[in-house]
C-alpha cells in the first residue's frame, strides 16, 4: 500500500512540476537577422566618338591559266612580288598572313557536255598595323604589282582602351542622374552604389600591334604613289552599365 502511494505522489509531483512550466510565457518568434535593403536598379550607356587611325586590309590576287600547274605558278610569282612591295616599304612579314587560297576548274557547257578550258587560283592576303593616310599609296602599289581584288578593310583606334574608359565613366554618371530622377519622384532620397556591372564590350575597333615595326612609310618608299582616298570616319566607342543605389 505504502508503495502505490509513493508511486500517486510522484506522478502528482510531476503534474505540478509540468503545469507550472506550462503557466510561462510562449517564445516569441526570431527576428530577421538583417533588415532588406531598399535599392534602385538601372542601366545606362555612355558614347565616345573617335577617328580610326589604323587599318587592316584583305586584297587578293586571281591568276587563270589553261592548266592548274601554270595557274598555280602564276599565282604564286604574283603573290611574291606583292610581298616585297610590303616589305619594302616597311611592313614586316609578321603583319601578312595568307587567309584563303584556292584553285578550281573552269568549265565549259556550250556543247552540252562538261569540259575543263582551264583552271583559277586565288590568294587572299591580310595585312595589319598600317596608317591610314599610308594606306592608299601602299593599295596603288600592291596593285601595280598583281594584286586585282580587294576584300575588304577595317578600321581601327589605337586610342580605343582610353576612349572606352572615358565611355565607362559617361555611363556611371549617366545611371546617377537617372537614378537620381527616379528617386526624387518616389519620394525619397538617393544614397550610395551597391553594385557597379558591366555590360557587353564591343572591341572590334581596337587596335592591338601584332608586330614591333616601323608603321609610317619613308618618303622614298612612298614615292608619288596615289591611291583611292579612303575616309574612316568616326567609329562609336560604346560603353553600358547596370548600377544599384540605396534608397535613403
Known sequence: MKKIMT?????????????????????????????????????????VRLVPDKATVSFGVTTQEQTAELAQSKNSEAVKKVIEVLTGRGVEEKSIRTAYYSMYPQYDWSDGDQRIIGYTASTTMTVQDQNIEDLGALLSACVAAGINNVDNVTFLCSGYDEAYRQALAQAV?????????????????????????????????????TANMPLAMSEAAAGDAVGPSLQPGETEIVASVTVSYRLN
Open 173 to 209: 554618371a549617366a545611371s546617377k542622374d537617372k537614378a537620381e530622377a527616379m528617386a526624387e519622384a518616389s519620394g525619397r532620397k538617393l544614397g550610395e552604389a551597391i553594385t557597379i556591372t558591366e555590360g557587353w564590350q564591343d572591341s572590334s575597333a581596337r587596335y592591338g600591334r
Open 7 to 47: 508511486a500517486v505522489c510522484v506522478v502528482l509531483c510531476l503534474a505540478m512540476i509540468l503545469g507550472l512550466a506550462g503557466c510561462g510565457t510562449a517564445p516569441t518568434a526570431a527576428s530577421p537577422s538583417a533588415e532588406a535593403v531598399s535599392q534602385i536598379t538601372v542601366s545606362a550607356t555612355g558614347t
